[in-house]
């Protein structure tokens, strides 16, 4: 990775990072956050759902495969986990100038529940904007992996039940599907990674994105 990525952010960026079930999201941000601390940038790692002592609690009961839950139950559950995640951790962290990554967000709602779920897309971006108050990621990057290959990595990891996880093939290839609909909606923000490949070949693309991005950010403020 190139060490001198240049003075760090001064001024809080938030950047998500959104894909299907066993894609590497939550590899990659780790790995992602060693790179640019060795370059001098500090990064707040953070997920959802989770990243507050709510959204913990609230994961374990959406994730639980003992629960039924209607679609709708599901939807709010996330939609509180992210509320407190907005109002507890990434605003007060942008507010203090600080590098956000978080792995899953809105996007993840409109992908999961819209797509996947066949829920109302135009009231589930509404709820979303409510939920966020209007906090919408400046950068995300999708990583893009065929349902059946990052199904295959979570199953060879762990066999835990996990009630989203084990929906069936179909319901993650419409998953990933609305992704890649949502990236060419929104190609300014939504940048797609081939994340089929090894986990140093998308570290090495997700670096140059990000530091590209930074970049020209600050040379624009
Ligand atoms: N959800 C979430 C919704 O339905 N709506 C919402 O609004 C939100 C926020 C969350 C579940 O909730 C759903 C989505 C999810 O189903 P989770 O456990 O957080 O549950 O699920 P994931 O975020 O999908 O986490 P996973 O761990 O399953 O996937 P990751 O983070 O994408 O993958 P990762 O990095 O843990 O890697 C999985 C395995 O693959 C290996 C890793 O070593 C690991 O063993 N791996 C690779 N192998 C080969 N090549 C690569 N490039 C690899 N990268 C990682």
């Known amino acids: 990775m190139p060490a001198d990525a240049g003075e760090p952010v001064l001024r809080g960026a938030f950047i998500t990072v959104e894909g299907g079930d066993g894609a590497g999201k939550t590899t990659l941000v780790r790995s992602l956050a060693e790179c640019l601390d060795r370059a001098g940038r500090r990064v707040r790692l953070t997920f959802e759902p989770g990243g507050t002592e709510l959204g913990r609690r609230l994961r374990s009961l959406v994730l639980d495969p003992k629960l039924e839950l209607g679609d709708w139950d599901e939807t709010w559950l996330f939609l509180s986990a992210r509320a407190s995640h907005v109002q507890e951790v990434l605003k007060p962290a942008l507010a203090a100038g600080e590098l956000v990554f978080s792995d899953r967000y809105s996007d993840s709602t409109l992908a999961y529940q819209g797509h996947g779920r066949g829920l109302d897309i135009d009231r589930l971006r509404r709820l979303n904007a409510e939920a966020t ?5 400046d950068l995300t990057l999708l990583l893009d992996v065929p349902a059946e290959v990052g199904l295959a990595r979570t199953r060879a990891r762990s066999a835990d039940a996990d009630r989203i996880g084990d929906a069936d093939l179909a319901f993650h290839r419409r998953v990933n599907a609305g992704f890649r609909l949502l990236a060419a909606g929104d190609a300014e923000r939504i940048v797609v990674i081939d994340a089929s490949r090894d986990a140093s070949s998308v570290l090495a693309d997700a670096y140059a994105t990000v ?8 040379t624009d403020s």
């Open 133 to 137: 108050q209007g906090l919408q990621p």
């Open 211 to 218: 530091n590209d991005w930074l970049e020209a950010r600050a």
